[in-house]
C-alpha cells in the first residue's frame, strides 16, 4: 500500500517553506565534450552518460555525492499538460529528469531501500508559440535525433553538448525540494527532489516529436506521466543559497 511521500506533487506557496541551503552543484552534466546515449524504452526516452566517470550531484540539500545514471523524459498528449510536478497549480508541457544515486551505497539496487538513496533534479518544459515558433537551439541536441529512436529498443548515440540546456536553468537562483518517491511502479519511497522551477521554453514542434514514438505494441507513446499526488503532512522547501 502507498504511504504518504508519494511523487509528484503541486509545489504550492501555501505549504512551502523557506530556507537557505550551500550552493548546489552538477559536476560534468553540461560538458561540451560529454557523451551520452538516447533510447526509446518503449514508455519514455531515456538518456545515460558514456562517460567512465560520470556526472556528479552535490551540495544544496544533499549530504552526499550522487552519481548520474540516467535522465527520464515525461509528456501528455497535448502541450498544456504533461509535466508530473506542477507550482501552485500551473502545469507544463513536459518535464526532465536526471536520477543520481547517492555513491555510499555502493550499487544503485542498494539505493531504492533507503530514504536518501535517489536524488532527482527536474526540469519543467514549456512549449510557447505555435507550429511555427523556432526550437530551442540548446534542446535540438535531443529532439533533433528523436527520430532514430522512434521504436522500442532503438538508441542513438548524441553529439557533444547535448545536455547543455540544463546549465542555462541552473545560473538562476532558487529551486523547490522535498522527500518523495519514484514516479514508476513500485514507486520506492527513495527521493530527494530538487525541482527547478525557471522552465525552459521549447517549441511545438519539439513536443510533438516525443509523441512521435512508439511503445512496444507498436502504438504512440502520446502520454507517460503520474498524476499527482497528496502533500499530506511532508516538508517541502523553496532553497536559497548561502
Known amino acids: 500500500m502507498l504511504s504518504n511521500t508519494t511523487s509528484p506533487i503541486d509545489l504550492n506557496k501555501m505549504y512551502l517553506l523557506h530556507q537557505k ?10 560538458d561540451d565534450a560529454g557523451k551520452y ?5 518503449g514508455s519514455t526516452v531515456r538518456i545515460v552518460s558514456d562517460e567512465e566517470e560520470k556526472p556528479i550531484l552535490r551540495g544544496g540539500p544533499l549530504t552526499d555525492d550522487y552519481q548520474f545514471y540516467e535522465m527520464q523524459f515525461r ?24 536520477m543520481h544515486w547517492n555513491l555510499n551505497y555502493g550499487s544503485i ?14 526540469y519543467l518544459l514549456q512549449v510557447i508559440g505555435c507550429s511555427e515558433m523556432v526550437d530551442n537551439p540548446s534542446f535540438s541536441f535531443i529532439t533533433d535525433n528523436l527520430y532514430e529512436i522512434r521504436f522500442t529498443g532503438q538508441s542513438k548515440e548524441l553529439p557533444n553538448g547535448s545536455l547543455r540546456w540544463m546549465d542555462d536553468v541552473c545560473t538562476k537562483s532558487g529551486y ?8 514508476t511502479s513500485p514507486y520506492p519511497e527513495c527521493v530527494n527532489w530538487i525541482v527547478i522551477p525557471h522552465s525552459i521554453k521549447i517549441s511545438k514542434n519539439q513536443a510533438e516529436a ?12 502520446s502520454s507517460n506521466y503520474r498524476q499527482d499526488q497528496k502533500i499530506h503532512d511532508r516538508k517541502v522547501f523553496l532553497a536559497m543559497e548561502n
Open 75 to 98: 509528456w501528455g498528449e497535448t502541450d498544456a499538460r504533461g509535466a508530473e510536478h506542477s507550482i501552485d497549480d500551473i502545469w507544463f508541457s513536459m518535464e526532465a529528469q536526471a
Open 176 to 183: 523547490y525540494t522535498y522527500h518523495g518517491s519514484l514516479t
Open 210 to 221: 516525443f509523441r512521435n514514438l512508439y511503445d512496444s505494441k507498436g502504438n504512440r507513446i
Open 37 to 41: 546515449t538516447m533510447s526509446n524504452t
Open 109 to 122: 539496487d542498494k539505493c531504492y531501500e533507503k530514504s536518501d538513496g535517489i536524488a532527482a533534479v527536474s
Open 21 to 30: 541551503f550551500p550552493p548546489l552543484y552538477l559536476d560534468g552534466h553540461a
